[in-house]
Every structure is written in C-alpha cells, then in structure tokens.
C-alpha cells in the first residue's frame, strides 16, 4: 500500500519567513495530493491540493509542486504570519474512485513574531 | 459555508461500553469517510460509503461498524470499547465526480470527536 513520509517534523521560522515541507510517496499510481492544516483542537483544514497531470499550484501564499519522476511533492508557504502556526499534513491517494488518503506523520510550524 | 458537523464533541465511556459516533456531511455531498487520530498521530483512515454503500474499507477494528443513510449522514458504532480506542475520530465528506475517466475528490473534514475511554 501507499507510504507517505513527510519533513520536517518540526519547523521554527520568523514571522516573514518562507517555510517548505517536503513529502515523498511510494505508490507510483497515486495521483492526488492534499494538504490539510490542524489546528489545535480542530479538524484537518485542506488548504492546497495538486493532481498528477500538473506540476505546480499556487493559492496567495501558499504553493505547492509535484515531482512524479522522484515521487516527491512540497508546500511553500511565504511571508509566513503567526496565524500559520499549526500542525500541516500532507497526503497522497492511490486510487481512482473513492480515495482514502493516506497521511504523512505531520510537520508543526511554529512562526514567532 | 456549511461545514461538516460531527455529534457529539466528545464522549467519555467505560472500557466494554459501546458508543455511537454520529456525522453529517456538506449539503449535497454523497460521500463519507472516517478516520481515526491518535495523540500527535496523523489521521488514520477506518471505512467509507458512497450512496449508502461501503467503498472502501481500511484498518477499523471488527468491533467497529458503520453505515450511511439514506440522507447521507453516517454513524460510526463502535462496542466493547478498549483504552486503545481513545482517540480523534473524524468524519470527512465529499462529492463524488468524475472527468475523463479519473475521479477527484476533495476531502472536508469535520470537527471531530474525542473519544475517551477508561
């Protein structure tokens, strides 16, 4: 089955700052890739997703590129604010159809002001 | 924008009790799916419905059962509870549609609902 590491697992920046969160899957079939924000407290907050057939998105402060060829996808957040500071999931889907998703184990970002 | 809706918040139960997770999804959304999240966990996916059926199924416990109805919203039954299954459990839900073949779907994930047992 699907395998998604995710790293940091924790990262400090200041307010300012760009922050990057790397993940690599491992199912060469998966083909959706979110990710979610988590707030102490709160549920997953999906913020970003890219499809397979793209190879990089951008929403306002947030990007995110997609590398098939190495299986790797990151999130790049610029100008970070402390308001970003919470717990960030990023997640592949192997299926077509209905897709559980498949979590990495989470980076906390911590932006000081 | 209305969200997913979870009932209830949280839940206290004796170990052996049985407890009923209850979620409502977006409007209109016919797809519903739970995970379960431990202490500084990631979300771990259990079981989905589509259209009242289940479509897929993952690491959830023979003890846990689950199903849809006929106006969507999904309840998670859970029995012989055990101090393990103290957790996050989410409900997320989304529309089922499909291009070319290749269907996508965004996942909204409601509040959640923690679960304790002792």
């Known amino acids: 089955g699907e395998n998604v590491e995710q790293h940091p697992s924790t990262l400090s920046v200041q307010e300012g700052d760009s922050a990057v969160i790397k993940c690599t899957y491992s199912d060469s079939a998966s083909n959706y890739f979110p990710w979610y924000k988590q707030e102490l407290g709160k549920g997953p907050q999906l913020i970003i997703d890219i499809r397979s057939n793209v190879g990089e998105k951008k929403d306002q402060r947030i990007a995110v590129t997609l590398n098939k060829t190495a299986k790797h996808f990151s999130l790049h957040i610029t100008e970070t604010q402390p308001e970003d500071s919470a717990v960030y999931f990023c997640?592949?889907?192997?299926?077509?159809?209905?897709?559980?998703?498949?979590f990495g184990t989470g980076t906390r970002l911590l932006v000081s002001p | 924008a209305a969200g997913v809706i979870q009932s209830p918040r949280h839940l206290i139960k004796e170990k052996r009790e049985t407890a009923t997770l209850k979620c409502y999804p977006i409007p209109r959304h016919d797809t519903v799916y739970w995970y379960q999240q431990g202490p500084g966990q990631d979300p771990q996916f259990l079981i989905s419905f589509y259209e009242k059926m289940q479509s897929d199924k993952g690491s959830i416990p023979d003890r846990f059962s689950a199903q849809q109805f006929s106006d969507y919203h999904s309840e998670l039954n859970m029995s012989s509870l055990e101090l393990g299954d103290s957790a996050l459990y989410f409900c997320a839900s989304s529309l089922y549609l499909r291009t070319s073949g290749v269907s996508y779907n965004e996942q909204f994930f409601g509040p959640g609902t923690r679960l304790t047992v002792l």
């Open positions: 997640a592949a889907s192997s299926r077509t159809g209905f897709q559980k998703l498949v």
